[in-house]
């Protein structure tokens, strides 16, 4: 037997349309009150969002923060180089993702959903490698924590951008 409540829910459902279903959906995901709630490292996307709570702005600011990371990290890795170890693959992975994440930013500023999980993937896997050629989760030299810290923020924006408005 159906209950007023149920009734009212299929009434509902029936009258809205699919945009209104997708923007009700980002709201109950929390994209309205906490962007970060997707995010898999959700304290560390919440310390570089810092309660922004626009999802198009902290995609841009956690974009930004990982950027600005990745460069000193490049710099890091060009001084390595020549010690082996993972460092010059790093050094070539970085350059690529630093590319990719500029591109992501120009994909939000053109409203380009597609293309910014294109780019933010890309750069996912640039850390990836980086971190496999630095010995992954076994390794226990600095560089290769702050390179799974860097996959870890890549992996936040990649999240973030889900709820990117187009």
Do not use: W
């Amino acid at each position: 037997m159906l209950t007023n409540l149920h009734l009212a829910t299929v009434v509902l459902l029936l009258l809205t349309t699919s945009q209104d279903c997708v923007a009700m959906a980002r709201r109950v995901i929390g994209g309205a009150r906490d962007p970060c709630s997707v995010s898999d490292f959700k304290v560390l996307c919440r310390s570089v969002v810092k309660g922004q709570k626009n999802v198009n702005a902290a995609t841009e600011v956690s974009i930004r923060e990982l950027m600005k990371r990745t460069i000193k990290a490049k710099q890091a890795a060009a001084s390595g180089r020549k010690s082996g170890g993972g460092f010059d693959t790093c050094y070539s992975n970085y350059d690529s993702a630093i590319d990719n994440l500029q591109k992501a930013l120009n994909n939000i500023k053109q409203n380009d959903g597609f293309s910014l999980n294109i780019n933010l993937s890309a750069s996912l896997t640039d850390f990836d490698t980086c971190n496999d050629a630095m010995g992954g989760a076994k390794a226990s030299n600095m560089f290769a924590k702050s390179t799974s810290t860097l996959h870890e923020m890549a992996d936040n924006c990649l999240a973030l951008s889900t709820l990117v408005k187009q």
